[in-house]
């Protein structure tokens, strides 16, 4: 029987310090974040496909933070349960939308803030901050 991970929280992120070597903070089901010795921060998705085990990269944190991990973890689970590897779906997806240029979306969160989202990126503002930079935008047109 495996053994049971509790989930990380943002305050265990953030307060984790490299080590001489590099270390594994465990989510559970297969996501962790691995912080390299330099620092780095990195998602990363372990999983089985075909008898195989394969590694799936999720990006730096906190360009990507936990709860945008935790969804890119339940993608690629709905892959797998439909006998498709994430690895080789994301590979496709490079190849098929790699020659157009990914358009920004904009999202304003319950909270207030707005995210600009553009591919796997996204910028978080307050409001005060998406005030500020619309201002600033709008003395340079």
């Known amino acids: 029987m495996s053994m049971r ?8 992120i953030e307060s ?8 594994k903070m465990f989510d559970g089901a297969g996501l962790f974040l691995q912080i390299e010795t330099s620092g780095r921060k990195l998602w990363r ?15 730096k ?11 890119m973890r339940a993608e690629a689970r709905f892959l797998l ?3 498709i590897d994430p690895s080789s779906a994301r590979k496709k997806e490079t190849l ?12 304003v969160v319950m909270d207030g803030t707005i995210e ?9 503002f307050t ?13 340079l047109l």
């Open 81 to 83: 349960d439909k006998e």
């Open 5 to 12: 991970i509790s989930p990380l929280s943002e305050t265990e």
């Open 127 to 139: 409001q005060e901050e998406a005030t500020f930079v619309n201002k600033l935008l709008n003395k």
């Open 96 to 107: 098929i939308h790699g020659a157009t240029e990914v358009k920004p979306s904009v999202r």
């Open 45 to 59: 998705y372990k999983y089985r496909f075909e008898g195989k085990e394969k590694l799936l990269s999720f990006g």
């Open 61 to 71: 944190y906190p360009d990507v933070s936990l709860s945008d991990a935790r969804l």
């Open 116 to 124: 600009i989202w553009k591919g796997r990126s996204v910028l978080r």
């Open 16 to 23: 984790a310090l490299p080590c001489d070597i590099p270390i």
